[in-house]
């Protein structure tokens, strides 16, 4: 079946450091990802998206790199600052496939910053 | 910026009972969305839904849940007859199209069935 995971359910990194946010997709089918972020209290925030036609997104401060290869999508953070300190979520869909309307999304990533 | 509101962003009901949760999309967003997030858990879609109609939905979506876009700003999401599992966060979201496009997410109303 579909699923959507994540291989570390914590990260704690130093300010200043880069982070990286790991997720792995088994639909072969998913060809759009989005990185979302959720502090506590809040809906996901929009962070960056990637089709599977590209390999690599960058925006301010993240890069999305997607492996169609091995169905493995990261999240980079760049300089990582206590504002980053939240939940990270990838989230698939299907982009103009049969189930395009909904979003699959990963079991979250904590990623705590520290100063 | 514009954004998706939600009310009420706490509600608490007696198991059995109806509740109505309330977004308000992004005004010029044509697509909208239900995921529910339980406590520690991941989000989960619920419903998706264009042109006065259900577009898709999930195996969660059964006969207790329902939507209705009842005017030109409001989504509303009804769960029936609650059950002490229904108890979540409910995320609202819009996009302005379907395809390869960013949902936008509310900040969620927290339903509590005792």
């Known amino acids: 079946g579909e699923s959507v995971g994540l291989h570390l359910p914590t990260l704690s990194v130093q300010e200043g450091d880069n982070s990286i946010i790991n997720c792995a997709y088994s639909?072969?089918?998913?060809?759009?990802f989005i990185w979302y972020k959720q502090e506590s209290g809040k809906g996901p925030q929009f962070i960056i998206d990637i089709r599977s036609n590209m390999d690599k997104r960058q925006g301010q401060r993240v890069t999305v790199l997607l492996n169609k290869t091995v169905k493995h999508l990261s999240l980079q953070i760049a300089a990582t600052q206590p504002g980053d300190s939240a939940v990270y979520f990838c989230a698939e869909n299907e982009g103009l496939g049969d189930s395009s309307y909904k979003l699959i999304f990963g079991s979250g990533t904590r990623l705590l910053v520290r100063p | 910026e514009p954004e998706v509101t939600q009310t009420p962003s706490h509600q608490v009901t007696q198991m059995g009972q109806e509740v109505i949760l309330r977004c308000v999309p992004i005004?010029?967003?044509?697509?909208f969305y239900w995921y529910r997030q339980i406590l520690g858990q991941k989000v989960e879609f619920l419903v998706s839904?264009?042109?006065?109609?259900?577009?898709?939905k999930s195996e969660i979506f059964d006969d207790q849940f329902s939507v209705e876009r009842p005017d030109g700003s409001n989504f509303t999401l009804k769960i029936r007859s609650t059950k002490l599992e229904d108890s979540a966060m409910y995320f609202c979201?819009?996009?302005?199209?379907?395809?390869?496009?960013?949902?936008?997410f509310g900040p969620g109303t927290r339903l509590t069935v005792l």
């Open positions: 639909n072969s089918a998913s060809d759009y």
């Open positions: 005004s010029n967003h044509l697509y």
């Open positions: 979201a819009s996009s302005t199209n379907r395809f390869y496009n960013e949902q936008f």
């Open positions: 839904f264009y042109n006065n109609e259900i577009s898709e």
